[in-house]
């Protein structure tokens, strides 16, 4: 088969790809072989002052609806030895006791670096503090002491079954006139991330208009529609206007650097870049843009 032939292929798996996500299907996830998604992140950390009779009745309530859990003191450093495999942590405050201001950094910097979420429990006055002290999007669900067990296991439960289907999973929508690099980003960032592809400026701007993205990644230098004239268009729709925008470009010399940022992005890669360094730069990214 001529290279042109499997080139045209591509071109056609990708369009076909582009044109799944604009009516609503998700992008491909990571899975075991079945079908099944796959996920680590199953486990409830249940965090508060001390391990009280009411932390504990919480705990075997989780476990005893076949969901790990664990508990774990304020301290920093107990929440990082128990952190691995947690998917969603729940702060349990007792008596009025809350979480000191190292605690409160360390959780939200883990939550959003690695897309996981957090229940409140405790008296009304706790709660609305807490609820200052952590970004909104990193808070799943609040409860207020006395607490229904039933309704707070549905809620653990509820919220296991939307992470596996990816509903709390950012979406980036990659825009290029490259089939072959579109799918080289797409491969790279599909296991965090929900990925949308388009091929060119305008099948972007339609995409946009049947979905939501929360980053840009947007090819600088493509034919008839540019990324400055993609990007202009953006900005000028009121619906469109706040999503960030980051430029992909092939050209790293001074001058080109220069005219891509004059355009205010909010960002630019090299095209060069590798995996392991986009995948920490997105991170970085969304934890500095948090809600």
Same mark, same amino acid.
């Given at each position: 088969m001529s290279d042109n032939m499997n080139d045209g292929l591509d071109f056609l798996n990708d369009t076909l790809d582009f044109l799944n996500n604009s009516f609503g299907a998700g992008p491909a996830s990571s899975d075991s072989g079945d079908g099944k998604p796959v996920s680590k992140n199953n486990k409830v950390l249940v965090v508060g002052a001390k391990e009280s009779f009411l932390i504990r009745v919480i705990v075997k309530k989780i476990q005893d609806a076949g969901i790990p859990c664990e508990f774990a003191p304020w301290e920093v450093n107990d929440i990082y030895s128990r952190w691995k495999d947690t998917g969603l942590v729940t702060a349990y405050m007792d008596d009025g006791l809350r979480p000191g201001d190292d605690a409160v950094r360390f959780l939200t910097d883990?939550?959003? =670096? =690695?897309?996981?979420?957090?229940?409140?429990?405790? =008296?009304? &006055?706790?709660?609305?503090? *807490?609820?200052?002290?952590?970004?909104? #999007?990193?808070?799943? !669900?609040?409860?207020?002491?006395?607490?229904?067990? #039933?309704?707070?296991?549905?809620?653990?439960? +509820?919220?296991?079954? +939307?992470?596996?289907?990816?509903?709390?999973?950012?979406?980036?929508?990659?825009?290029?006139? #490259?089939? &072959?690099?579109? &799918?080289l980003v797409r491969e790279w960032l599909r296991g965090k991330y929900k990925?949308? *592809?388009?091929?060119?400026? *305008? !099948?972007?701007?339609?995409?946009?208009?049947?979905?939501?993205?929360?980053?840009?990644?947007?090819?600088? +230098? *493509?034919?008839?529609?540019?990324?400055?004239?993609v990007l202009e268009m953006l900005r000028n729709d009121e619906e469109t206007r706040n999503i960030p925008?980051?430029?992909?470009?092939?050209?790293n010399d001074k001058n080109s650097v220069i005219a891509v940022m004059q355009l205010k992005p909010d960002g630019y890669f090299l095209k060069t870049i590798e995996r392991k360094e986009l995948l920490d730069k997105l991170d970085e990214f969304f934890v500095l843009h948090r809600s």
């Open positions: 883990k939550l959003a =670096e =690695e897309d996981k979420k957090l229940i409140l429990v405790g =008296e009304k &006055n706790d709660v609305s503090i *807490m609820e200052k002290n952590f970004p909104v #999007d990193l808070i799943y !669900q609040t409860f207020i002491r006395p607490i229904d067990n #039933d309704k707070f296991i549905a809620t653990v439960r +509820e919220f296991f079954d +939307e992470a596996r289907s990816g509903s709390f999973k950012k979406t980036i929508l990659v825009v290029d006139d #490259d089939p &072959n690099y579109l &799918n990925v949308a *592809m388009a091929n060119s400026g *305008m !099948q972007a701007i339609k995409w946009l208009g049947l979905n939501n993205a929360d980053l840009i990644l947007l090819d600088y +230098e *493509m034919p008839v529609t540019s990324g400055a004239m925008v980051i430029f992909l470009t092939g050209k």
